[in-house]
């Protein structure tokens, strides 16, 4: 299976501050951008601000493994890095300077830069991922609600115990 790359956008990261683990192999690089999204929602006290304190720890964690400009080996042999871009705004995004348009500029140089390798955008924001598209991006949901159901607790749990505990539990 090629090795593929995932941008990642900031809602991605609030929904789940574990994101960042879930690509198997393939290349997931972080807009610097979203990183100063992050930052403004860490003050937050509900569970957004409480993941984006989490992915900011991670993130922390991962730089003592070495530089996320350069690229950080993830223990799924996948790799994990920061983006920049150096290319200008594309026209049709000058308008409006908002985070949304950075990111998809960082997605479109990871795409440029490795045209060889299947590049997605991957978000939770229906307009972005349609923005994305136009700019002739594979853009792509981030749909890690997947639930294994043998993990969430059934609501009982059966224990072998001696009879003489049960009776001493009972008095």
Request: aromatic share 6%.
């Amino acid at each position: 299976m090629a090795r593929k790359n995932f941008v990642l956008d900031t809602n991605v990261l609030l929904h789940d501050p574990r994101a960042i683990f879930q690509f198997a192999d393939n290349h997931v690089v972080i807009p610097i951008h979203v990183l100063e999204e992050i930052d403004n929602f860490k003050k937050d006290m509900n569970e957004r601000g409480r993941n984006a304190r989490e992915i900011s720890r991670q993130l922390d964690r991962a730089r003592n493994a070495g530089s996320l400009s350069e690229g950080i080996r993830l223990d799924s042999g996948g790799v994990l890095r920061v983006g920049f871009t150096n290319k200008p705004i594309p026209p049709a995004l000058r308008t409006s300077q908002m985070v949304d348009n950075y990111i998809l500029a960082v997605a479109l140089e990871v795409r440029d830069a490795e045209p060889g390798i299947y590049t997605a955008l991957v978000t939770k924001d229906v307009n972005l991922r349609v923005r994305g598209d136009a700019l002739g991006l594979n853009a792509e949901d981030y749909a890690s609600e997947k639930v294994d159901i043998s993990e969430l607790y059934p609501g009982t749990r059966e224990l072998d115990l001696e009879s003489a505990l049960v009776d001493r539990f009972y008095q």
